[in-house]
């Protein structure tokens, strides 16, 4: 259609003649009076000589209340009979917001994802798009009309012409695809908070605005439980480099823009269903240090990475496993010529942290480890896609490669392994997952002792401040499989098994310390998951246990992930202790820590939870004095 592609000035004004798509969510269009209210600011913005697609989500809670009433005939109801219930909701808005747009002049068509083509694969409840059929859409915006479409579903392309959903929060990926499939010039998404903002406004009311945030940023903090954008909405416009801003609908705020990256010239076909991977990472200059058995209390991590942090020492991936008994282990990363003083405070703080261990157990003790390497897959395209954690397991299970310590992120997941590996690691993986970095995988270790980041990945100043958001995610439950035989492959198994049931997982970690039984090494691998999906989750374990000669799965559902998020923590030594020593002080224990180098997740009792996201906050000084009040 040949749409002119402008640049959104920071107040979200746009110049003549450009194509934006609209997005208003449940509570924007939740009365007639909120519809009509987004009829006029539509009006406004084709007055204004833009053309219009708006994507529009259910009425209000209405989606939530057709979940109940399926929950009420079923406690685990067909998946493609959901889609066809839960689709009903954005019909109803579609057809309303046409009619108000038309008693106000305004041509206006509504159509529902079929009408529109857009294209899923057939996984009910969470489909991705494939692919977006513009003609009809072109010919109705031709025409003078606004359209309107349904959020959240699509249809496959099979002989069935099955409807489908993208999952819930999905409109915000209906709309980023529709903006990436239409080329048009940005996508605004409307909703009942004035922006991103530093925190969840519900829980922390002084949290505040942002004006930008970037997708890396904004993946994490969607993944880790900020709901305000879907995750896979960020994804779309990372990797279209679409212009993404986050507005009021009640007001004329300019909102949050999400900033992409360079856009990318990249292929329409399979829209969300890219290559999963952008570049395989490595980092040879690494050296691990582990705690086993610290106690299991209030503020050991805290006094630790204090220390740490107080000889300027800069900290990449932290782990705390579950503990056994009353204690933890607790491990990190430093770069080589940090080793010696980063064990050095490891073993001078070590008699202080063990006050208290009782008697049974082994004394607490000190292992460095420095001939080791972290290889890391990275790439917005594994978002959801547990399929690809778990491949680059069994890639590096069929390399012979043992995995030391494992941490994940949205965007990423790294592994710690033997130096002597890394050379074989990386082949394997650029080869699985086509990765054409042939200057790193050639010969690795003798380019550079440092990973070329990927080069997507915007580079923080050293002003950048350390956190951006803070997110809770009350949605989690931990499992842990005990006693699992210490050799290459396990891992990847075990992943595997959770991702043919599309269980995605987030925080593993693996435990430092080695059980012997029976005559054979074992460890401990705990994880997170989303609590629809732990009884799935733990019955697909529980069954394989005996075969792989692992121990007993325990659950734990009482708990609470928060987590803080910010590219810019690579510079600041001793942002994790911060975040730490916050929850120290209020005797809140962490039960697990996980890290990525752009955020810190702590695995917290779920009494605890909002607590720890306030206190949190707080001490990174993300409040300020305005306070933002949410209609509902
Ligand atoms: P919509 O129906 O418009 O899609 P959602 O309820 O899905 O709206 O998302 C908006 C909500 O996201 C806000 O009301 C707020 O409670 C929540 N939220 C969580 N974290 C954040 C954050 N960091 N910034 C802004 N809103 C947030
Ligand atoms: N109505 C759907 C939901 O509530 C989709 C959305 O609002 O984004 O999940
Ligand atoms: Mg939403």
Not at 409 to 426: G, H, L, N, T
Not at 496 to 514: E, G, K, P, T, Y
Request: proline fraction near 5%; glycine fraction near 6%.
């Amino acid at each position: 259609m040949g749409w002119s592609r402008i640049c959104p000035s920071q107040h979200g004004e746009s110049r003549v003649m450009a194509l934006i798509v609209q997005k208003y969510g449940g509570t924007s269009v939740g009365s007639v009076e909120r519809i009509q209210a987004v009829a006029q600011r539509v009006v406004q913005t084709v007055k204004a000589g833009n053309s219009l697609v708006v994507v529009v989500s259910a009425m209000g809670k209405t989606t939530d209340g057709l979940v109940k009433l399926a929950n009420e005939l079923s406690p685990n109801p067909n998946r493609r009979e959901m889609d066809m219930l839960l689709s009903t909701g954005e019909q109803v808005s579609i057809a309303l917001l046409s009619m108000a747009l038309q008693a106000l002049g305004q041509p206006a068509i509504s159509l529902t994802g079929a009408q529109v083509g857009i294209v899923t694969e057939t996984a009910h409840t969470r489909a991705r798009i494939l692919q977006i059929k513009t003609e009809r859409l072109e010919r109705h915006l031709k025409e003078g009309n606004v359209v309107v479409v349904a959020g959240f579903q699509g249809i496959t392309d099979t002989d069935d012409l099955e409807i489908t959903t993208l999952g819930r929060g999905g409109s915000d990926t209906s709309a980023v695809a529709l903006a990436a499939a239409l080329h048009a010039s940005f996508c605004e998404i409307y909703t009942d908070v004035p922006g991103i903002l530093t925190t969840d406004p519900r829980l922390v009311p002084d949290a505040q605005l942002m004006a930008e945030i970037t997708c890396d940023e904004m993946l994490e903090l969607a993944s880790l439980g900020a709901k305000v954008l879907h995750p896979r909405a960020v994804e779309i416009a990372r990797n279209y480099g679409m212009p993404l801003v986050v507005r009021s609908s009640w007001t004329e705020e300019p909102g949050t823009w999400v900033v992409s990256p360079m856009p990318q010239v990249r292929s329409l076909e399979g829209l969300e269903l890219v290559h999963p991977v952008d570049g395989v990472e490595f980092d040879t200059d690494q050296a691990k240090v582990s705690l086993l058995r610290v106690p299991d209390r209030p503020g050991v991590a805290a006094r630790l990475f204090g220390e740490i942090a107080s000889q300027n020492l800069n900290v990449d991936l932290i782990i705390q496993s579950i503990h056994e008994s009353n204690t933890n282990d607790i491990a990190f990363t430093v770069t080589r010529t940090s080793l010696k003083q980063a064990e050095a405070v490891a073993s001078a703080i070590l008699p202080a942290l063990s006050v208290g261990i009782t008697p049974l157990d082994r004394d607490a003790e000190v292992m460095v480890e420095d001939q080791i390497a972290k290889v890391a897959i990275a790439g917005a395209g594994m978002i959801g896609r547990p399929g690809v954690a778990a491949q680059m397991f069994s890639t590096l299970a069929a390399a012979g490669v043992n995995i030391r310590m494992i941490s994940t992120s949205e965007v990423k997941v790294s592994c710690v392994i033997d130096q002597s590996d890394c050379d074989r690691a990386i082949a394997a993986l650029c080869k699985t997952f086509s990765v054409n970095t042939s200057a790193v995988s050639d010969q690795p270790s003798a380019i550079s002792h440092q990973s070329p980041k990927a080069l997507n990945t915007p580079h923080p100043s050293p002003l950048t401040p350390p956190v951006r958001g803070v997110a809770l995610d009350l949605n989690q439950a931990r499992l842990a499989i005990r006693h699992i035989p210490d050799r290459p492959g396990m891992a990847a198994e075990l992943f595997q098994l959770l991702a043919h049931q599309n269980i995605s997982v987030d925080m593993i970690i693996q435990s430092q310390r080695c059980r012997v039984i029976n005559g054979s090494t074992t460890r401990d691998i705990a994880f997170t998951v989303g609590q629809l999906d732990a009884d799935m989750a733990c019955a697909v374990l529980q069954k394989a246990a005996p075969d792989l000669g692992c121990g007993e799965i325990v659950v734990d559902r009482e708990i609470a992930k928060v987590s803080i998020v910010g590219s810019g923590m690579v510079h600041q030594p001793g942002t994790a202790a911060r975040m730490f020593e916050a929850l120290a002080q209020h005797k809140i224990n962490i039960q697990m820590i996980a890290t990525s180098e752009i955020k810190v997740s702590c695995v917290v009792a779920r009494e605890d939870g909002i607590t720890a996201l306030r206190l949190i906050h707080e001490a990174f000084g993300l409040s300020g004095i305005q306070q933002t009040q949410v209609s509902t």
